[in-house]
C-alpha cells in the first residue's frame, strides 16, 4: 500500500471588499453574507458607544448597512469601504439616539441596564462582568457628554481603530482637527470620569 | 516657551479657528526652530504623540518641549489614558457581543429591507432621515438647485402628443454672464421614454456643466426657475410623499466662494462629506 502524501492545501486569499462590493452589485447577495461578517462587529461596537444598548446598536448597525448597500454609487473610493460605512455607521446612531431621546423624552446617557445577557442558567453573572458592565457604562455616559464632533471623532478613532487620516476621510476634516478634537475630547472625558477609570 | 492655550475654544467643539495643524504647518514650525530649540507646540500635538501619529521629527519637537515643560507630562498621560494603545481600558468595556440569533435577524432586516436586489445604476430611492440645517435656508434660497427640497416637484401629466410642455430648466446655476450664442434649447429636458422605440437621443444640455449627480433620468425632468426666465430646477417627475431633508448639522458646512460670473456677489457653497447623505455643489463651467 502506497504511503499516503500529504496534499498542500490551497490557501484562498479572502476577497477584498471591491471585490465584494462588486459582486453584491452584480446581484450576488451572498457577497453581503461576507461583507456582513466582516464588518458587523466593529460596526456594532461603534454604534455601541453611541448608544449604549444592544437593541439600539443593532438597529444602527442594520440601517447603516442598508444605506451603504442602497447608495454605492456614492462611494468613490477616495476612502475605504470601512471608513465610509463607520461614518454612515456613526449618523445612523446619532439619528438612533436622536429619535430614541424623542420617544421617551430621556436624557442620552444610556439607561442603567443590567448587563444584556445572563448566563444559561438565568443567574446574574459574576462581580468581575458586573464591574465591566458598571465601567462600560460610565464611559459611554461620558462620552454621551461630549459634543456629538467630538464623540465621533473619539469613537472613529478609539473604538473602530482608524487613523487621523481615515478618520479626517470618514468625517470630511482635516487631520488638524482630529488632533484637535481628541485631545479637548479625552481632557473632558478625564474631568468627567475623574479616578473612576484612573484607579 | 510654552504650549500655546487654545484659542478662544468653543464649549462645544474647541477646535483651532484655523486647520493650522496640518502637516505642512507642523513641519514648518520644526523647521524654523533650532534644534535645541523646544518649540512651541499646540497642545493638541500631545494627543498626536500618544496615538503615534507624528513621525520622528514631530516626535522629537514634542519630547524636546515635554523635557523644558514637565507640568504637561500630566495632559499626555491623559491623553495615553484614553488612547486605543490602553488596552487595559478598552478590553475592559468592551460591548458583549451579540448572539448568533441576533445577528441573523439583522442579517435578515437587512435583506428585506434591500428587497429584490436591482442592477446597479437603475435607480436610487431617496430615503429620509435627517434634517437640514436651518441655515441651509439661506443656501436654498441663492442655490437654485437647493430648490429640490424645498419645491414640492410638480406632477407633470402626460399630455396629448403635441401639447406644450412646460418650460423647462437649463442648469442648476446658470453664469450672469450670457453664454455664447447657441440654438434654442428645449422647453423640456425629459428623459427618453423608455417606452417608445424609437427614442430621441438625450440632450447633451449639461456636458458643459460639472454638476454633482442627484438622480437618475428616470427621476427628474429639468425646468425653468419660474419667474426668471433663467435658471433651471432639477423636478422629480413623482410627487415625494413629504419633505426632502438631505443633511445633518455635521455634515455640512457652508464656506464662502471666490466670487465668480455664477455668483455675481459671492454666495455660500455646500461641501460635501463623505457618506449618506446627498449634498448639491453650486455647478461650475467645465
Not at chain 1, 454604534?47 to 444598548?53: M, S
Amino acid at each position: 500500500m502506497p504511503a499516503a502524501s500529504v496534499l498542500p492545501i490551497p490557501v484562498c486569499a479572502a476577497p477584498s471588499d471591491t471585490a465584494l462590493l462588486e459582486r453584491f452589485a452584480a446581484g450576488d447577495r451572498s457577497a453581503l453574507d461576507d461583507l456582513f461578517r466582516r464588518y458587523r462587529t466593529v460596526a456594532f461596537r461603534v454604534a455601541y458607544r453611541f448608544l449604549g444598548r444592544e437593541a439600539d446598536a443593532l438597529d444602527a448597525v442594520q440601517e447603516a448597512f442598508v444605506k451603504a448597500l442602497t447608495n454605492l454609487e456614492r462611494f468613490r473610493g477616495r476612502s475605504s469601504f470601512k471608513t465610509w460605512l463607520l461614518r454612515i455607521v456613526t449618523n445612523a446612531a446619532l439619528d438612533v439616539g436622536r429619535h430614541r431621546r424623542r420617544q421617551a423624552h430621556t436624557p442620552q446617557a444610556p439607561r442603567h441596564d443590567p448587563p444584556d445577557r445572563f448566563g444559561p442558567a438565568e443567574l446574574p453573572p459574576p462581580e468581575a462582568e458586573l464591574e465591566r458592565a458598571d465601567l462600560r457604562e460610565k464611559i459611554d455616559t461620558a462620552l454621551a457628554r461630549l459634543p456629538d464632533p467630538q464623540r465621533q471623532t473619539f469613537v472613529l478613532h478609539v473604538e473602530a481603530g482608524l487613523s487621523y487620516r481615515e478618520v479626517a476621510d470618514a468625517l470630511g476634516i482635516s487631520i488638524g482637527t482630529v488632533m484637535s478634537r481628541l485631545f479637548y475630547a479625552r481632557q473632558k472625558l478625564k474631568a468627567l470620569l475623574a479616578d473612576q477609570v484612573l484607579s | 516657551m510654552t504650549a500655546r492655550t487654545p484659542d478662544s475654544p468653543d464649549p462645544a467643539d474647541p477646535i483651532a479657528p484655523t486647520d493650522r495643524t496640518d502637516r505642512a504647518d507642523r513641519t514648518d514650525r520644526i523647521n524654523r526652530a533650532e534644534p535645541t530649540d523646544p518649540v512651541t507646540i499646540p497642545p493638541e500635538w500631545l494627543a498626536a504623540y500618544a496615538d503615534g501619529e507624528l513621525d520622528a521629527a514631530e516626535r522629537a519637537a514634542v519630547e524636546r518641549w515635554l523635557t523644558a515643560h514637565p507640568e504637561a507630562w500630566a495632559d499626555l498621560e491623559v491623553q495615553r489614558l484614553f488612547s486605543p494603545a490602553n488596552a487595559a481600558l478598552w478590553e475592559r468595556v468592551v460591548p458583549p457581543e451579540p448572539s448568533p440569533a441576533a445577528w441573523d435577524g439583522v442579517r435578515r432586516r437587512i435583506d428585506a429591507a434591500l428587497g429584490p436586489h436591482p442592477p446597479v445604476g437603475s435607480g436610487r430611492k431617496w430615503r429620509a432621515g435627517s434634517r437640514l440645517l436651518g441655515g441651509l435656508a439661506l443656501v436654498a434660497a441663492t442655490a437654485a438647485a437647493v430648490a429640490w427640497v424645498a419645491f414640492r416637484p410638480v406632477v407633470v401629466p402626460p399630455g396629448p402628443q403635441g401639447s406644450r410642455p412646460a418650460e423647462v430648466v437649463r442648469s442648476v446655476t446658470e453664469p450672469a454672464v450670457a453664454p455664447p450664442p447657441r440654438p434654442a434649447p428645449p422647453d423640456r429636458l425629459a428623459p427618453p421614454d423608455r417606452h417608445t422605440p424609437a427614442a430621441a437621443p438625450r440632450p447633451a444640455l449639461l456636458a458643459e456643466l460639472g454638476v454633482l449627480a442627484l438622480a437618475t433620468d428616470d427621476e427628474v425632468t429639468l425646468e425653468r426657475v419660474p419667474n426668471t426666465g433663467r435658471g433651471w430646477l432639477p423636478v422629480g417627475r413623482g410627487l415625494l410623499p413629504e419633505v426632502l431633508v438631505l443633511a445633518t448639522a455635521d455634515e455640512v458646512k457652508l464656506e464662502e466662494v471666490a466670487p465668480s460670473p455664477a455668483w455675481p456677489t459671492g454666495g455660500p457653497k455646500v461641501v460635501t462629506g463623505p457618506g449618506d447623505a446627498p449634498m448639491i455643489y453650486a455647478a461650475k463651467l467645465r
